[in-house]
């Protein structure tokens, strides 16, 4: 829920925020769980996050060294 407010206010820790948290979660789902066609679904789901907050970050990054 942080993570989302901080992405809609273009808050640049946010974006970080998201690819650390969706990393370690995979990262603990592959130790602690069974490996199933459902933990497949989120490591895509996961992927997809982490490009869209990375992509998001280096937009922010971009417009940022733009303006300065």
């Known amino acids: 829920m942080i993570a989302l407010y901080g ?3 273009h ?3 946010a974006s970080q ?3 650390f948290t969706t990393v370690v979660n995979r990262a603990l789902a ?4 069974f490996i199933s066609s459902a933990f497949v ?5 996961s ?7 990375y992509f998001d970050w280096r ?6 060294a733009v303006t300065q």
């Open 41 to 45: 679904f989120w490591a895509v789901w």
């Open 11 to 13: 808050f640049k820790l």
């Open 47 to 53: 992927i997809i996050l982490i490009e869209l907050a």
């Open 59 to 64: 937009k922010m990054n971009t417009a940022k």
């Open 7 to 9: 992405l809609m206010k």
């Open 30 to 33: 592959l130790i602690l769980y």
């Open 17 to 19: 925020l998201i690819i």
